[in-house]
């Protein structure tokens, strides 16, 4: 159904970087917000210290109190918050993004559970960011999907993917993820306040948050516990983050997308996507 949609952005972006000439490199930066993030956190420094250098990813340290942060390869920023405030996080975040553009050319701002990487056959991330030079891009957001009663838990010693077989497309992590330009985002950062989308079909954002069903649950307890904004708790936001019954959980991990207009259709994951991540 999308596929004419995906040749057409294909052929503009084609059209757009064979006829520029040569340019000169780009300069990138990357940033994240995290607390106590002791599985995810490691997973995702590694993979993005390949296409960053240490001095050029930036983590806001939220008030950690695990020792998730202490470790180096990144420049730490501690930010405190009495509350999770997604108002909030976004402010910090959008502030933090607008100064990084003062010093590099592009920003990449993603959680803690994102990655963000081009599709088999088109080169790496730092490939697609060294030549980027569009005001933003939009990711595609696929979510992984753990299996448990036929995929073991999950061995972070492993590569992500080679231990997952499904993932199912999710487009509210359809994300404005990548910028030139200073960015004002809605809540959770999940598309832009004038809602404009640019989007190229291949750069994908993978979400881990489903990667194992007893860490996600694990997660959704401790973040339950967490002090919560009045306002969000009245407006529902990140509401699923706070699913723990057990027989709930269960539900919401295998069929709920978080949104009542999308659908869960799991997929198989194309064995090309085995060693992205």
Excluded at 23 to 41: C, G, K
Excluded at 87 to 112: H, I, P
Excluded at 132 to 160: A, I, Q
Excluded at 261 to 270: A, F, G, H
Aim: glycine share 6%; with cysteine; charged share 30%.
């Amino acid at each position: 159904m999308f596929a004419p949609w995906f040749e057409y952005w294909r052929s503009l972006r084609r059209e757009h970087y064979t006829s520029r000439g040569p340019v000169p490199r780009r300069r990138s930066a990357l940033v994240t917000i995290a607390q106590n993030e002791s599985v995810f956190f490691p997973l995702w420094l590694r993979y993005y210290s390949q296409f960053f250098a240490a001095g050029d990813i930036y983590v806001l340290d939220h008030d950690t109190t695990d020792g998730s942060l202490d470790g180096g390869g990144f420049t730490r920023i501690p930010v405190s918050h009495e509350t999770f405030d997604i108002r909030w996080m976004v402010g910090t975040m959008e502030a933090k993004q607008r100064e990084l553009l003062q010093s590099y050319d592009v920003v990449l701002v993603v959680d803690v559970d994102e990655i963000v990487t081009t599709a088999p056959g088109h080169g790496t991330l730092g490939d697609y960011l060294e030549r980027f030079d569009e005001e933003w891009v939009n990711c595609f957001g696929y979510e992984l999907l753990h299996m448990k009663d036929s995929e073991p838990p999950f061995d972070p010693s492993r590569p992500v993917l080679e231990q997952r077989s499904t993932w199912f497309p999710n487009m509210i992590y359809d994300k404005p993820s990548i910028a030139t330009v200073p960015m004002s985002w809605e809540p959770g950062f999940h598309r832009r306040t004038d809602w404009h989308f640019n989007g190229d079909p291949d750069l994908r954002l993978i979400h881990l948050h489903r990667m194992d069903f007893e860490i996600c649950k694990a997660r959704h307890r401790r973040w339950r516990e967490r002090p919560w904004n009045e306002r969000d708790l009245e407006e529902g936001w990140g509401i699923h983050n706070r699913v723990t019954e057990d027989a709930e959980f269960e539900r919401w991990f295998y069929e709920d997308s978080a949104v009542e207009t999308i659908d869960l259709v799991p997929e198989r994951i194309n064995p090309l996507w085995k060693g992205t991540v």
